[in-house]
């Protein structure tokens, strides 16, 4: 293997330049730095492992509890690491890293005063960090959205889980129609 030394490759003719051929790859050795421009695609990688998941059906809440959502519908799920049948994301081995997590919860018939709020619990216990309370009504059977937004650094094997609460003063249902919960890897 011969090598080339030079400092600069411009295009013989146009302005696109070309490495290598398809099927080829193209090896940067380790401690080797590659500087985008900022027009360049496809570096860094990608945010995965991601997921999205739903309910299939309403969900009773209990007033003024902390209730673990029901997601129990995949929407997708890139690594296979969200699990509908305990409603957690598990952080798959060698994925440590930064996570944003996102929630959209939604509770009928609250009355004013009254407060909906999301909170993600990580390893079973509420990450008081994430403890959300966006809506609260300001009239007679109001319909209120919470979107909480959440990032986190985990390690392999840290689970992360959903919980709602409010406070009605009875059982009120989460709306499966509006309500999510997904997340994904931060490329860093």
């Not at 080797?32 to 309403?58: L, Q, Y």
């Not at 997590?101 to 990580?122: P, R």
Request: include cysteine.
């Amino acid at each position: 293997m011969a090598t080339l030394f030079v400092d600069k490759l411009d295009p013989q003719s146009g302005t696109a330049l070309e490495i290598g051929s398809s099927g080829d790859t193209i090896t940067i050795p380790s401690g080797a730095t590659i500087t985008n421009s900022g027009t360049a695609n496809n570096f860094g990688g990608d945010n995965t492992p991601m997921f999205k998941a739903s309910m299939s059906g309403n969900q009773s809440i209990a007033n003024e509890t902390f209730v673990k959502g029901a997601f129990n519908t995949e929407i997708f799920d890139t690594n296979s690491a969200y699990d509908t049948s305990n409603y957690r994301f598990t952080v798959p081995s060698g994925k440590d890293g930064k996570y944003c997590f996102v929630s959209l919860t939604a509770i009928d018939n609250l009355d004013s005063g009254e407060a909906q709020s999301s909170a993600y619990y990580i390893n079973g216990s509420i990450d008081n960090l994430s403890y959300n309370t966006q809506w609260v009504s300001k009239g007679t059977n109001g319909f209120g959205v919470v979107n909480n937004v959440f990032i986190k650094t985990l390690a392999a094997g840290n689970y992360v889980e959903l919980f709602v609460s409010h406070n009605e003063g009875a059982s009120q249902n989460l709306s499966a129609t509006y309500s999510s919960f997904s997340g994904y890897k931060l490329i860093t």
